[in-house]
Nanobody, 118 residues
Framework: QVQLVESGGGLVQPGGSLTLSCAAS????????MGWYRQAPGKQRELVAE???????NYSDSVKGRFTISRDNAKNLVYLQMNSLKPEDAAVYYC????????????WGQGTQVTVSS
């Protein structure tokens, strides 16, 4: 099984920056694709960004140019650097893994709260 633990959430002012971390425990193939998702109250959980083990990335249009996803394969860590934060970025942010095998098995972290407020 894959275990994912997020950290780094907190309170930040609009225009500020915050970096989230996700510590992953799992095999190379089971953590082939890693992603960050977010969910605000009353809204659907949505993709923020994802990255493969080969560093191919995909971003939501709403965060493109402001957020950067990266990973350290040796340390099995995934990061989400968030700049120019807006109030609409406030949500619980979740780390997710997706297997590179045919099963496409997915695992989720517990989430970390990001609050953007002045």
């Amino acid at each position: 099984q894959v275990q994912l633990v997020e950290s780094g959430g907190g309170l930040v002012q609009p225009g500020g920056s915050l970096t989230l971390s996700c510590a992953a425990s799992g095999s190379i193939v089971e953590t082939w694709t890693m992603g960050w998702y977010r969910q605000a109250p009353g809204k659907q959980r949505e993709l923020v960004a994802e990255i493969t083990r080969l560093a191919v990335t995909n971003y939501s249009d709403s965060v493109k140019g402001r957020f950067t996803i990266s990973r350290d394969n040796a340390k099995n860590l995934v990061y989400l650097q968030m700049n120019s934060l807006k109030p609409e970025d406030a949500a619980v942010y979740y780390c997710k893994s997706r297997s590179g095998l045919a099963s496409r098995a997915e695992y989720w972290g517990q989430g970390t709260q990001v609050t953007v407020s002045s």
